[in-house]
């Protein structure tokens, strides 16, 4: 078995960049604050829903789990942390993507297997690991090779996935027994589907929850530089350009962000102390007497 998984962070650059090394091209994550804004789109590809975990949760009446359903790509999760890489490759593997060579190959050789076995390969997988842990904040004091015990966990949180294939909404989430069938819905209705569920979800648990929902969706560059090929008006044009410009910027400070999620600052911040003490410099000023 692969060695540990790490924590990664929840965050649209985080996962974006993921999703970019293990290959699937077009495909941009957008942290949702009004999932409403989002119905009837047709660039949302699937929604991570992040909770605090507090054991198995229940689900709504009209709704069930399904164990015999081979159309939809379902694993279950069999290590720890892995459920973020997982949420994400829940929604890859069902959906109409270029998901490049390396999922590709996965697909396919996962396709025949049952879903703790394509739980086993997921973990088993050294790329998927070592893209997975590449976005771990960098702690010094953190030894790799030994899991973090969930005793000591301050707070468990959980990824789960929400898709829309073959007429319906399903919730992919690798702690259950297969994935759930939230009822029917169409590709003009499906995201209001998910939202009644969540909704739902959100009310039958205690106020105090945390949670995050996250949408993978067409990447807007992609989206801008079609429109921009099919502008008529140099009006037309400038904006798109513009769009694009602030998306390209955006990008650019995810890269930037994670770079500094990677990079180990303890020789920096302990040298700079060094220097401080040579100096002279107090970083606690001297106390004054009172008059």
């Known amino acids: ?86 949420a994400i490759l829940s929604i890859l593997m069902n959906v109409p993507l270029d998901l490049g060579p390396t999922l590709t190959e996965f697909r396919d050789f996962t396709a025949p297997l049952d879903p703790e076995t394509r739980g086993l390969a997921i973990t088993n997988s050294e790329q998927m690991r070592q893209v997975h842990n590449a976005f771990a904040g960098s702690d010094p004091f953190v030894n790799e090779g030994v899991a973090q015990d969930p005793e000591d966990a301050e707070e468990l949180f959980h990824f789960v996935s929400y898709i829309y294939r073959n007429g319906a ?34 009310s039958s648990t205690p106020a105090n929850i945390k949670f995050n929902l996250m949408a993978l969706k067409r990447r807007p560059l992609d989206i801008l530089a079609a429109q921009l090929s099919s502008a008529s008006t140099p009006a037309e044009r400038g904006r798109i350009q513009a769009e694009m410009a602030a998306e390209e910027a955006r990008e650019e400070q995810w890269k930037r962000e994670n770079a500094r999620r990677r990079h180990n600052f303890l020789g920096f911040a302990l040298e700079l102390l060094n220097q401080m003490a040579k100096a002279g410099v107090q970083l606690v000023p001297e106390k004054k007497d009172k008059a």
């Open 169 to 202: 909404v399903w919730e992919l989430d690798g702690l259950r027994n297969g994935p759930i069938n939230h009822g029917p819905a169409t590709p003009e209705t499906w995201i209001s589907r998910v939202s009644t569920v969540l909704q739902w979800r959100m």
């Open 1 to 86: 078995m692969s060695g540990n998984w790490c924590l990664i962070e929840s965050d649209p650059g985080v996962f974006t960049e993921l999703i970019s090394r293990l290959g699937a091209k077009g495909v941009q994550v957008e942290e949702v604050f009004d999932i409403a804004s989002l119905q009837g789109s047709e660039e949302v590809y699937g929604f991570v829903f992040l909770f605090q975990y507090q054991g198995s949760s229940p689900i709504p009446p009209d709704s069930r789990v399904v164990q015999d359903d081979d159309t939809v790509f379902f694993a279950k999760q069999i290590i720890q942390n892995a459920c973020a890489t997982q």
